[in-house]
């Protein structure tokens, strides 16, 4: 078979040839990338994704060995797929979900700061735990957001940790200043949401 003047040899031929130059590039980009560091993390934005998207690197990390830690600064006690599945990797990973949920279903704003400085203590502990390579603030964004913790001192303690450490920090309105501070930032962006649609939150979608 011929496409236009080229035979299907031809054509197949002008690929592979491509397709070398193409590997030969790539290649050298990531030969030029030789550091190896801790990264501070941010997942924020409107849309879907951003706590699920900071459990698949817990996953990873999991899967190579690694310690990690999960505080839940906003989720209360509803019980979620991923805690079942952590809790089979008891020497690896601790979770703990801090809050009792969200600000607007507490209504206590005194309550709302006591649980967020004791989540936090929990993540300083975590921080500076040696034998913890990775530590998930999820929700954080969000407590920051209402002021509930002071953004100089959650951001003194994530600037200054052990450099080999990864800190996840989750959740809408993230501040210009951890924006700043972090090495990579997400930002969902929210196209569709059934929610709209009226679809309630699923298992294995939602928690
Ligand atoms: P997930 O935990 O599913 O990754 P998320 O962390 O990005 O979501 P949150 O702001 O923590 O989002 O909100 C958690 C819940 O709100 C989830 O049940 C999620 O499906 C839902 N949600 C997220 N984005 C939207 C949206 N744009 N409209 C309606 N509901 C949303
Ligand atoms: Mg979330």
């Known amino acids: 078979m011929t496409t236009g003047l080229e035979t299907d040899d031809e054509l197949n031929a002008r690929h592979a040839e491509k397709m070398r130059k193409k590997q030969a590039v790539r290649d050298r980009i990531m030969a030029a990338k030789t550091i190896e560091k801790g990264l501070l993390i ?4 409107k849309g879907k994704g951003k ?4 459990l698949g690197m817990v996953c990873r990390a999991i899967g190579h060995g690694q310690r990690v830690g999960i505080v839940q600064f906003v ?3 509803m019980t979620t797929g991923e805690k079942a599945v952590f809790d089979a990797f008891p020497e690896q990973v601790t979770m703990k979900a801090m809050g009792e949920g969200f600000t607007w279903n507490t209504q206590n704003r005194a309550r709302d700061i006591e649980l967020a400085r004791a989540a936090w ?3 300083k502990r975590l921080i500076a735990d040696p034998a913890v390579n990775m530590v998930l603030c999820d929700e954080l964004n969000v407590v920051l957001r209402y002021d509930y913790l002071p953004l100089d001192e959650v951001l003194e303690v994530l600037t200054t940790r052990d450099p080999a450490k ?4 989750t959740g809408r309105n993230a ?6 501070a972090a090495d990579l930032v997400t930002e969902m962006e929210m196209v569709k949401h059934p929610f709209r649609s009226g679809v309630k939150a699923q298992p294995g979608i939602e928690f």
């Open 42 to 45: 941010v997942h924020t934005g």
């Open 51 to 54: 706590t699920t998207a900071a």
């Open 175 to 180: 501040a210009p200043e951890m924006i700043e």
């Open 75 to 77: 989720k209360g006690a």
């Open 166 to 169: 990864h800190v996840i920090v």
């Open 121 to 123: 203590e929990e993540v």
